[in-house]
C-alpha cells in the first residue's frame, strides 16, 4: 500500500463526510445491483503478503485493493469468531454502483458519494467513482479503511450491537477497523508502506464531523479526533480495546 505522493484532501472534505452516512437498517433486499466485483483468489493468492507498485492509480488497482481488504477482513474476523467459538459468516456481498438509486438499502435508495453497509441485504455497497476519487486523493490505506470501517459494521450487525446513539456505533467501528488493520499488520498478512499510517490519519481528518455537529445527531459519527483516536486504539491495542463484549 501506500507511498503515491498525496495531494490536497480538500476536495474529499465534503464529500467523506457524507460518505460516511454507513446507513445501517431497512428491511427488504437491494434491487438492480451490479455484479459484486471479482473475489480474490482468481490468481493472487487471496490476501497473502504483497507488495505492489505504487504510483499507478488505475480502476485495477482500486479494485484488487477493494478485493484484497475484502479477503483481508473476511479471513481476519474469521479467525476472531472461531477463537470464541463461533463461526463467521462473511458479508453477502460487496457492490460497487455509479448511479444514485441504483441500489436500494431496504426500500431505501442509495445516494451517490457514499459507502454503506446494509443490514437489510447483508452487503457493502459503495459509488465506485467517488471511492476511486478517493483513493487517488488520499492513497491505496484509505480503501482498507473504509472497508475495514464498513466491514465492522456488518460485524456489529452479526455480534447483535446496537448502541442508541450513531457516534458509539461509528467510533466502536473505527476501532474495529483499526484493529483489524493493525492485527493484519502484526500477523503479516497485510504491509503497510512508508507513509500508509499518515494517509489513515489524513483521511480519518478528512472524515471527522464539523465542529457544530451534535454528538448526539442521527448520522454523528465524531470529530476528527475523536475518530483518530478510535482508530488508533483499535490498531495498537486489537479488538480488546474497542469495547466489543
Ligand atoms: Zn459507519
Not at 79 to 105: D, L, M, N, T, W
Not at 107 to 126: M, T
Not at 158 to 172: D, F, K, N, P
Request: net charge negative; proline share 5%; glycine share 12%.
Amino acid at each position: 500500500m501506500g507511498g503515491r505522493p498525496r495531494s490536497s484532501l480538500a476536495g474529499l472534505l465534503v464529500a467523506l463526510v457524507v460518505a460516511a452516512g454507513c446507513a445501517v437498517g431497512g428491511v427488504s433486499e437491494p434491487e438492480g445491483q451490479q455484479p459484486a466485483p471479482p473475489r480474490p483468489g482468481g490468481g493472487s493468492s487471496a490476501g497473502a503478503e504483497r507488495t505492489r507498485a505504487d504510483g499507478t492509480t488505475s480502476v485495477a488497482e482500486f479494485r484488487q485493493d477493494v478485493a484484497d481488504a475484502q479477503s483481508i477482513a473476511e479471513r481476519y474476523w474469521a479467525a476472531q469468531f472461531r477463537a470464541s467459538g463461533q463461526r463467521f459468516r462473511p458479508i453477502r456481498r460487496i457492490i460497487p454502483y455509479q448511479r444514485a438509486g441504483e441500489v436500494s438499502c431496504g426500500g431505501q435508495p442509495l445516494p451517490r458519494n457514499n459507502a454503506v453497509y446494509c443490514s437489510a441485504g447483508d452487503f457493502i455497497a459503495y459509488d465506485v467513482n467517488w471511492s476511486v476519487a478517493a483513493f487517488r486523493q488520499v492513497g491505496d490505506a484509505f480503501v482498507f479503511y473504509l472497508l475495514g470501517h464498513e466491514y465492522a459494521h456488518g460485524v456489529q450487525a452479526r455480534l447483535g450491537i446496537r448502541y442508541s446513539y450513531t457516534i458509539q456505533q461509528e467510533l466502536q467501528a473505527d476501532c474495529m477497523a483499526g484493529a483489524y488493520l493493525g492485527d493484519s499488520v502484526r500477523a503479516k498478512a497485510l504491509r503497510l508502506a512508508d507513509g500508509d499510517l499518515e494517509e489513515f490519519r489524513e483521511g480519518l481528518l478528512a472524515v471527522g464531523d464539523a465542529p457544530d455537529q451534535p454528538w448526539f445527531a442521527e448520522g454523528a459519527h465524531g470529530t476528527a479526533e475523536q475518530r483518530t483516536e478510535s482508530f488508533f486504539r483499535g490498531y495498537e491495542r486489537s479488538l480488546a480495546a474497542c469495547d466489543l463484549s
